[in-house]
């Protein structure tokens, strides 16, 4: 399960509520924006390691970011205009989004001040030998 919590102490706070999306199977990685569109954390293969620092978001997080951003926008103002035509609906707000391709989905959970994107790969076909893991780490 993925949470947040939205608190006004600031981002670090915020973040560090953030449970780890890759213990989950199939996550291959993972990227929270700020309402600005800007990376502020991501999964190790999406940061780069500075000596002595936390991680920070690499180029293709940013990218992702960067996407998602112009898509939320674009995705909201739709939803804004088809309320506006008809019943303004409380019910009728934006929770989440699906992207699936032939090699993986990627799902987007904005909330008020942080989005998750969480790249998923549900196709992705379990070998024997991380079978037999999974079987350790369970008994």
Not at 27 to 36: I, K, P, Q, T
Not at 56 to 65: G, I, L, S, T
């Amino acid at each position: 399960t993925i949470m947040m919590d939205d608190d006004d102490a600031g981002p670090d706070v915020s973040l560090k509520n953030l449970t780890n999306p890759q213990n989950n199977p199939g996550v291959e990685s993972f990227v929270v924006m700020n309402e600005a569109g800007i990376a502020v954390k991501a999964s190790n293969d999406l940061s780069t390691k500075i000596q002595g620092q936390q991680p920070v978001p690499n180029e293709r997080a940013a990218h992702y970011a960067a996407a998602v951003s112009m898509l939320l926008g674009k995705v909201r103002t739709s939803l804004k205009k088809d309320t506006e035509d008809g019943e303004d609906d409380e019910e009728d707000k934006l929770e989440s989004i699906r992207l699936r391709t032939k090699e993986n989905e990627i799902v987007i959970v904005p909330s008020e001040k942080f989005t998750i994107i969480v790249v998923h790969c549900p196709f992705k076909k379990v070998t024997k030998k991380e079978e037999k893991k999974e079987e350790k780490k369970d008994n």
